[in-house]
């Protein structure tokens, strides 16, 4: 398959597209790299879809809720390992939650700031602090703030589902690496894409049980569906822009490290660098280190049979990380794709070329050069 001749400066990786490959070259190292990685990832994943959903459905509208992370299962034990930090940190998996609040987009965005949706939580609100006089005057005072929560409550909800069909993704494509099913990165990309295409209209809904009865905080009317209006935000604002972090730039407005449009930033994963892993402030060390409890023997063994060893195994698992995220970017862009790759339509060729450049566009200063070894 011959792609549009292209002068753009990474035609290289738009080429690869038409010819069957992705943004990461196949070779045997990436695809033990990126399936291992993504296995560890998958089973993190899951603790962190469960205990986002137990937030949105067991501590919704609660104000102080201090044992969020527990899961509903309070114990001296639990308490003792919390503290000593022996546990998974469902820290980051708010932090995501909230990258996401904060960046929006969709329909699920639209939705959530809509008069519609505004007044169909109220009933929802009402029965919630019915026996809270103190909690009654503070919504009548701010009206605002109880809604705000309701809203945090929705994207924790709707991370967690898409979350428990990623990590169903990872967790397969893991097994079926190991049978011998998936042997070269085409492979992983395509198993990835066909996930996201299976899921891609599965409705996105939330409810919550009130003294007995359910109130509906998305209802199926809002039409809200897996791909476009949850997994494309989270890769906007996980794998894009992201948020910059506490001591790698300078948040004086002066210095101007920080651009002032978000819909500038350039702090996702894609971009990442791999090195300040495990500098404190920095919330992708959280994930790094909850997926180094869940390496497959391979990978371990991999990353045993170089220099350093595990001195720096952080920064290594943030590299397999970083290469997977491009083979789940990949799927991302050649699912959503307006046209057929093999079209000889030249309307259709130039649109499809003109929606390549434009993501191109965006990974002009991303990490993309740099993990193709």
Known sequence: ?????????????????????????????????????????????????????????????????????????????????????????????????????????????????????????????????????????????????????????????????????????????????????????????????????????????????????????????AELTFLMDVAVPYVEAIFFRGTPFFGVVSYNAQAHQIPIQQDAFTYGALYADALPIGGAGIPPTLLMQDMRHYLPPYLHEMYQNTKRQEDDLLVKICLSFQKSMYCVTSATILGLAPHPLDSEDPREKAATMAYFEGWMDRLLTSQLPNIQG
């Open 1 to 221: 398959m011959t792609a549009i001749n292209s002068c753009h400066r990474f035609a290289t990786y738009i080429d690869r597209f038409y010819q069957g490959q992705s943004l990461l070259p196949d070779n045997p190292n990436n695809v033990k790299e990126v399936v291992g990685i993504l296995d560890s990832y998958g089973y993190v994943l899951a603790a962190y879809q469960q205990n986002l959903q137990h937030i949105a459905d067991r501590e919704f509208l609660t104000i102080f809720p201090f044992f969020k992370y527990f899961n509903g299962k309070v114990s001296f034990a639990q308490l003792s390992q919390h503290l000593w930090h022996d546990r998974i940190n469902f820290e980051y998996a708010e932090y995501c939650m909230k990258v996401m609040l904060w960046h929006g987009g969709g329909k699920l965005e639209q939705y959530i700031e809509s008069v519609e949706f505004r007044q169909s939580i109220e009933p929802a609100i009402q029965s919630k602090i019915k026996g809270s006089p103190t909690i009654r005057l503070l919504h009548r005072l701010f009206p605002e703030f109880l809604p705000e929560q309701v809203r945090q409550s929705v994207y924790y909800n709707a991370l967690g589902q898409f979350w428990e069909v990623m990590s169903d993704i990872f967790l397969t494509l893991a097994r079926a690496y190991e049978q011998g099913k998936v042997t070269n990165i085409p492979e992983v990309v395509d198993w990835i894409k066909a996930g996201l295409v299976a899921a891609a209209g599965n409705p996105i809904t939330y409810a919550v049980d009130i003294d007995g009865r359910s109130y509906d905080i998305l209802p199926k009317s």
